[in-house]
């Protein structure tokens, strides 16, 4: 049975049809599947099966990736209610565009990507303060803050991601929370993170999932 459901399913995603989608999903729990193993065995699977052919070769557009990822956010959301025991986040993530940055389409697109992977998202909006991603990183307890920058002076200034790193050190915890950068600015220059003193950066919102579950798993070690 799960063969069939992870078939179906991933058929519909990469049609990016949604109601097909949902139709095997609600079929798949009425024959006795749990949510449970929708979430587990065929949602996510079905997500880093697309980060890794994004990141391969290249089977599908972004367009696709993009609209899947979204149809898995709310297969996701809609199974989490009917879950015996709320399952832990793989992590947490503050996002917000950069000091003097108010272009927020790109940050949207990463959020939507990545809900579908069960990491929590913590949306600081747009024109955001260094000093304010530190502290909401620190609040909700985030192993890792997302800068969005779609201007080079807002990337590059001294009030994005060079400050936010130095905030970091000043308080001891660079290690203890990782930074990925992302927008037009770092396309055109691909070691542009470097500068800023990033730890990474992501070209799309999918890749984005991938980099940002690494980040996780190195703050936590």
Known sequence: MYERVIKGYNEAIFDTDRERALAVIHDAIDKGISPEDIVFKVVIPAIESMIKSISENFDANLAQHFMASQIGADVVEEMIK??????????????????GDFHGLGKRIVI?????LMID???LGLNVPPERFVDEALANNAQVIGISSMMVHTATGPEGCIKVCRIL?????????????????????????????????ADNGITAGKVIIDLIRSARK
């Not at 009917?82 to 000091?99: H, L, Q």
């Not at 939507?112 to 579908?116: E, H, M, P, R």
């Not at 990782?178 to 037009?184: F, L, S």
């Open 112 to 116: 939507g990507c990545i809900g579908a």
């Open 121 to 123: 998202v913590v949306d």
């Open 82 to 99: 009917g879950f015996k025991k709320v399952p832990e986040a793989a992590g947490t993530v503050v996002i917000g565009t950069s000091r």
């Open 169 to 201: 050190r000043e308080r001891g915890i660079e290690d203890k929370i990782k930074i990925i950068v992302g927008g037009a600015p770092y396309r055109y220059d691909n070691n542009l993170y470097r500068m800023v003193q990033a730890d990474a950066w």
